[in-house]
């Protein structure tokens, strides 16, 4: 090449250039990519550029196609008859951006488009198509038109002879995603990105539970297809019947479709039911009469002792639509054998003919933490709420559809102009009828339902707008998430973790989370800017915190002969072993477990660490 070297090489479609200006895109299916440019000695039909003005210093010719200029850049240019060539001041993956202008003859200067020497990408075209012509770029009442195709003119093609120069054209490649380094207790924002559309889908979700995701927030957790058995606590009565039964959605074909759920919709306060009761006719025989009765449904917490001994919080709710196949797919209205047998010992005598139009929603827990819920609760009768935990149906209770146990609770509300407090609740069940597998039955056994610990997570969305620059970020104002205790028992502590959490862009905290405790785990996850703008950041405070406790107490369980002359089974547990691994016969003699809750509130206030900060919208 007589020693002179430039690179130029066919990498992005002729389409995607043409869409920056505006052009129909119909490229030709297997079009073989651009020849390589030859120095020198050009043919008439082929663009050359020059290192230098006036067509002088070091040449190339490029061919008809797309080329990247990365040696040296050119100063001038020839463009013969019957082509275009369009320059692009800048490139990358997908093509030419920045000042462009499309040029139809020869330029002895390309500084007059303020492209001297600063050319990184040439498109070669002719400016011809079978009934269509090229309307090279121009300016019209002060507004640039970018070039484009057009049909013929019967009358003739009008001509432009006046090169323009475009705008800055924007890059067409894909921005680059969020980049976020961390580093003990600040999560820094390196590069600011937007949002794909799956977190973008997921961020919006969070508005149908007030902002909030629970510990599905990461993917759904299986459950298994076993029932749960409940002790009775009467001679009479066998513990070995089966209860709690886990729902499937209807239609639901996936190899594993038992999971545990989100449910959200509005508290209940009372219902009206039906009833019938056979009596004399004063004839020797009976008639059926009916009538109707109304049943308190405000939260509350159940005192119910002897056979069936029930202490849960209850909490009633009428599903919104998105969730309305909580009772939709679930077992429909059925007075079972074992509802019969429990109504020998209540006074519970429901027909079970009523449809379904509330989820029941049980937890036991500690008397303090419950009543503290159930009295709040009972303040918010037709408001929302929402919580999480393994969909099941309960047979002694006409199979009625449950969120039980309730492993989340949460709900948010107004405490003021730009304050918003979230009322979060994570517990370990304590009534102890999901603990051990031995308690399951009749089907496939993973964890307990509710045994602790329990890893309660919640997902705070969050949204804040920032400036484009330094100086617009300093001016702007962020949000601090401070932890308030309400109620705890067997919160696992996390080490070092008693300190402010920062999410820091430019220098600057956007989102500060203040735990008071050391009882969080804390990320901020999904980051990323609102789809279709260039200053507003959404994303997750992610927190997460554990309850109860599971402690090995044997390393060797004998179990002795139910019969004489059999021989003890002696089982060694190794230390630290998984308690749903081990022999179900032998899980309750070397385990040992406790419940737990943890009753907290966030309160989410703008700072002034940041100044003012407009936001688009309140979560």
Not at 304 to 316: K, S, V
Not at 338 to 343: A, C, F, P, V
Not at 501 to 524: Q, T
Request: glycine share 8%.
């Amino acid at each position: 090449m007589q020693g002179h070297h430039v690179v130029v090489a066919a990498a992005v479609s002729l389409a995607l250039c043409q869409a920056a200006l505006g052009q129909p895109a119909k490229p030709k299916p297997g079009k073989p990519p651009a020849a390589p440019f030859i120095l020198g000695g050009a043919a008439s039909t082929d663009v050359v550029i020059f290192e230098q003005q006036d067509f002088t210093g070091r040449s190339a010719t490029l061919t008809s196609g797309e080329h990247r200029i990365t040696d040296w850049k050119p100063a001038s240019i020839r463009v013969p008859a019957g082509l275009i060539a369009i320059l692009f001041e800048s490139a990358d993956a997908a093509g030419g951006f920045g000042i462009s202008v499309d040029l139809m003859e020869d330029h002895p200067d390309l500084a007059a488009f303020g492209l001297d020497r600063n050319v990184s990408f040439i498109l070669v075209t002719p400016s011809v198509r079978p009934n269509l012509f090229w309307a090279r770029a121009r300016t019209e009442n002060g507004q640039f038109i970018a070039g484009h195709w057009e049909r013929n003119r019967a009358k003739g093609n009008p001509v432009n002879t006046v090169a323009v120069a475009s705008p800055p054209l924007a890059s067409r490649a894909p921005a680059a995603p969020s980049l976020i380094r961390h580093q003990g207790t600040t999560w820094t924002i390196a590069t600011l990105g937007p949002q794909s559309e799956a977190d973008a889908f997921q961020w919006r979700l969070a508005d149908r539970t007030m902002g909030v995701i629970g510990s599905d927030f990461r993917g759904p957790q299986e459950i298994g297809s076993a029932a749960f058995q409940r002790a009775s606590g009467n001679v009479k009565i066998p513990d070995w019947l089966n209860f709690w039964y886990p729902n499937k959605q209807r239609n639901d074909h996936r190899p594993i479709v038992y999971f545990k759920r989100t449910l959200t919709g509005v508290i209940t306060d009372t219902i009206t039911r039906n009833w019938s009761r056979p009596v004399p006719d004063g004839h020797g025989g009976v008639e059926l009469i009916h009538g109707t009765y109304e049943l308190s449904d405000v939260p509350h917490v159940t005192k119910i002792f002897g056979t069936y001994a029930d202490f849960d919080l209850n909490i009633d709710v009428a599903p919104f639509a998105d969730y309305l196949y909580l009772i939709r797919d679930s077992h429909p209205p059925e007075r079972s054998t074992e509802k019969k047998l429990k109504d020998i010992v209540d006074s519970d005598h429901d027909p079970c003919t009523d449809p379904f139009i509330k989820v029941e929603a049980e937890i036991d827990a500690g008397n303090l933490a419950k009543e503290s819920i159930a009295a709040s609760l009972r303040q918010r009768v037709g408001e929302q709420v929402a919580m999480y935990g393994p969909w099941v149906y309960d047979i002694a209770h006409c199979c009625h559809p449950e969120i039980h146990p309730a492993e989340q609770i949460w709900w948010t509300e107004k405490a003021g102009k730009d304050v918003q407090v979230y009322h979060l609740n994570v517990f370990a069940d304590s009534s102890k009828r999901f603990w051990w597998r031995s308690q399951m039955d009749d089907g496939t056994k993973l964890r307990p339902w509710g045994a602790p610990p329990i890893a309660g997570l919640f997902a705070i969305a969050f949204e804040v707008r920032v400036g484009t620059t330094d100086a617009a970020v300093g001016a702007g104002r962020g949000k601090r998430f401070e932890v308030g205790n309400v109620d705890q028992w067997n919160v696992a502590p996390v080490p070092d973790s008693n300190k402010v959490h920062d999410l820091v862009y430019r220098g600057r905290a956007l989102i500060s989370f203040v735990p008071h405790n050391d009882a969080f785990k804390v990320s901020y996850e999904n980051v990323g800017l609102k789809p279709g703008t260039t200053d507003v950041v959404r994303g997750f405070l992610v927190i997460e915190t554990t309850v109860g406790i599971v402690k090995q107490i044997a390393t060797r369980v004998v179990l002795q002969p139910l019969q004489v002359g059999n021989q003890a089974v002696i089982f060694d547990v190794p230390q630290g072993a998984d308690p749903d691994e081990v022999d179900q016969r032998v899980e309750r003699a070397a385990f040992h477990k406790e419940g737990g809750h943890y009753v907290f509130t966030v309160t989410r206030t703008d700072t002034g660490g940041l100044g003012h900060l407009s936001v688009e919208h309140d979560r």
